[in-house]
């Protein structure tokens, strides 16, 4: 990775507990430079030390994880957030998506994998579960079922090419980058060039189902 | 060690609009699944082989009929590669000549016969003259072919007399083929027949019974209009007397025998019916009795849990028993795809302590067939969690057009699928005869170490998919 040895990561999380659990498995693989269980402190301190990688609980009291999406990435949109969850409903995880993280996991991750995924997001790549390549292929197919119901403003946008589909399947399926890349007989790097291209898709598509997912999570 | 990979795994799941590509597919894998693990392994293969080398003098002597490239036999396929002919071309040659004389469809048959297919080392005329009631029946068929003979030389209707005996014999040959062919052909002729046997039994729609009363209604009225047309006399009808005599002195000589026959047909269907009935008990009770025995037994330390897992045992038991219900299956408490993975999902978490991650796209109403698959799926997803050693299994469900796909993968220790004894159920019984039963395949990728990936995938013609916006 071209990032230090050491990423410098921040925890926005409500749960002692889990921040404890979180600091422990990741270990002295990273610095964790601050902690915050608020979104108003969550930004402050942010802003303030500047993290290659925060660990975003979606679920925040105070607005949610969109909310320190939005108080940070205009001022330094270097920040790379990586949304955590454990509620897997596609209107959370879209939503914050959608406000600008680079990646969604569940919280029942395994260290390594956490760790992993850290890194990825901290390489600028973006990181997907199984879940959420589901909810992105559900979206996704949608219109090509019941005709296209976007506004059209870039039809490129609004569908996955049949490779991104490929590799999608794959990640639903449980694989990692390194099987998807083996299985399709491509590199690792093109597999995560196709998953940044689909995250970017996910920001900016304005698909009927990922606007409705975003917006329906904001008026809660 | 791979096995039975089909070509689209590479290129992830087709999203194929056609259906029939897709039946396609699924035959030719089920015929290769079923090549690699059943008796027709690698020493029949070589030994093939170094037959074909030994002698070949005869041009004709190594033929093979291709296993790919075939619409019928793989006759011409076969002859093409052979002889360097385009395919195409000896398909029109032959479908012409047939229609003109009749002979060529009795060749063809009896190539059929003879010539084995390319991966098998025995023709199917070897198994069949030790198959004494396939004999029997064929040669109950040329007494009707003489009596259409005469019935037709009485009527003058000379091109059908030309086509139709070669043609009549050839039909009893084919009878002789289906009896006889090796498991993975009966598998492909059975796809490839199955749509045509359909009009004819019990469970038929509306239009298909339309369809066969007008085909009925036509040609009865065809053959009234050739009657009339070249008998305009009574007199000339007088030959059609002499003829009725001869059929009813061979339906007095033959007519016995006829019936005793159709009667063996009928036992014999009636066994393979009560054969596949016990299969599906066995299936039954190695996922529900079995599979409880075997947690007993690695739970002996805790009484606690033997005493709950017996408990349920006998719960399921007593309602398949005395309720019909059958064990281990998805019942009627769930009635859509999603909801029958999330009781799977519960199921298996709740029994086994691993954790099941589910994924699904899509949602449809639930057929039988798809509750073949759910069945299917979770005595993969028990084996997972049973054998694999890994503390999580991932299920991920699409529902597509015209088929459902379901994998089921861990990241355990894996197994070789060549070395599972064949007398064990789970693989053979609960899942490979189950989709199977209901036209589905299933492909098993495993390798030591790097974990297990069974995929599922069920046609759906039933319903086709309603999306729902909230997937789970």
């Known amino acids: 990775m071209s990032e230090p040895a050491r990423p410098r990561i921040f925890l926005v999380e409500d749960h002692a507990v889990f921040r404890a659990g979180v600091r422990a498995e990741l270990g002295d693989a990273v610095e964790v430079v601050g902690e915050a269980d608020e979104v108003g402190p969550a930004i402050e301190m942010i802003n303030e030390r500047v993290p290659h990688v925060v660990l975003l609980d979606v679920h925040l009291p105070g607005g949610g994880g969109q909310a320190v999406l939005r108080g940070v990435l205009p001022l330094h949109p270097g920040v790379r957030f990586l949304a955590l969850s454990v509620s897997d409903a596609p209107e959370d995880v879209i939503a914050v998506i959608r406000a600008g993280a680079r990646g969604y996991i569940t919280k029942t991750i395994s260290g390594g994998e956490l760790l992993q995924a850290v890194y990825r997001v901290g390489a600028g790549d973006a990181v997907f579960s199984p879940r959420l390549a589901g909810f992105v292929l559900d979206a996704f197919s949608q219109g090509t079922a019941t005709g296209t119901v976007t506004s059209g403003r870039d039809p490129e946008l609004d569908q996955l090419s049949p490779r991104e589909g490929q590799v999608l399947r794959l990640i639903a399926r449980g694989y990692t980058y390194k099987e998807v890349a083996r299985d399709l007989t491509i590199s690792v790097k093109t597999v995560e060039s196709h998953v940044s291209s689909v995250l970017r898709k996910l920001q900016l598509s304005t698909r009927h189902e990922l606007t409705r997912w975003a917006t329906d999570r904001r008026l809660v | 060690m791979v096995m039975g990979v089909p070509a689209r795994d590479h290129r992830g799941i087709p999203k194929s609009n056609d259906p029939s590509t897709t039946t396609k597919t699924t035959a030719a894998e089920t015929s290769l699944d079923s090549c690699t693990s059943g008796p027709w392994s690698r020493n029949r293969w070589e030994g093939s082989w170094s037959h074909g080398r030994r002698r070949r003098h005869h041009p004709l002597q190594g033929l093979r009929r291709s296993s790919e490239n075939r619409v019928l036999a793989g006759i011409c396929g076969g002859l093409a590669q052979r002889t360097g002919i385009d395919v195409t071309l000896l398909r029109i040659g032959f479908v012409a000549l047939g229609l003109m004389s009749g002979f060529p469809v009795l060749i063809y048959a009896a190539m059929w016969l003879v010539v084995p297919l390319d991966k098998e080392t025995t023709n199917i005329f070897s198994r069949a003259v030790n198959d004494r009631r396939g004999l029997r029946l064929f040669i109950a068929v040329i007494p009707v072919v003489v009596v259409a003979q005469i ?18 014999l050839a039909a009893g040959l084919t009878i002789l083929i289906w009896r006889n062919a090796s498991e993975p052909e009966r598998v492909w002729i059975n796809d490839d027949v199955a749509p045509m046997l359909s009009l004819g039994t019990e469970r038929q729609g509306r239009a298909k019974l339309m369809l066969r009363a007008g085909a009925g209604v036509l040609l009865g009225a065809g053959g009234i209009v050739v009657l009339i047309i070249g008998h305009t006399t009574a007199a000339a009808l007088r030959p059609i007397g002499g003829a009725l005599l001869i059929i009813a002195a061979i339906v007095v000589i033959f007519g016995p025998w006829w019936v005793s026959l159709v009667r063996d047909l009928m036992s014999e269907r009636q066994a393979r019916a009560l054969a596949e009935e016990r299969a599906q008990m066995a ?25 709950r897992l017996a408990r349920g045992q006998e719960r399921e038991l007593r309602a398949w028993l005395f309720e019909g219900r059958p064990p281990g299956t998805i019942g009627d408490e769930a009635t859509t795809l999603s909801e029958g993975v999330g009781l799977l999902q519960r199921q298996v978490e709740d029994d086994h302590g691993v954790t099941v991650q589910v994924v699904m796209v899509g949602e449809c109403a639930l057929t039988d067939g798809l509750r073949a698959l759910l069945d299917a799926a979770r005595e993969a997803t028990v084996n997972a969690a049973k054998w694999s050693g890994a503390p999580q299994v991932s299920l991920y469900a699409e529902v597509e057009r015209d088929v459902v796909m379901l994998f089921v993968r861990d990241r355990g220790r894996g197994f070789d699928p060549d070395r599972v004894p064949s007398d064990r159920q789970g693989i053979a019984q609960s899942i490979r005869a189950r989709m199977a039963r209901y036209g589905g395949t299933v492909a098993i ?28």
Do not use: C, K, Y
């Open chain 2, 283 to 307: 299936a039954h009770v190695h996922d529900s009795v079995l599979q409880t025995l075997a947690l007993i037994q690695r739970s002996s330390d805790d009484p606690r849990q033997v005493v």
């Open chain 2, 151 to 168: 019935v037709i030389s009485l009527l003058h209707i000379g091109f059908i007399g030309i086509v139709g005996w070669p043609v009549f």
């Open chain 2, 445 to 472: 990728r495993s390798s030591s170490g790097e974990g297990t990936e069974v995929e599922l995938s069920m046609p759906n013609s039933a319903a086709s998919p309603e999306r729902t916006p909230a997937s789970r």
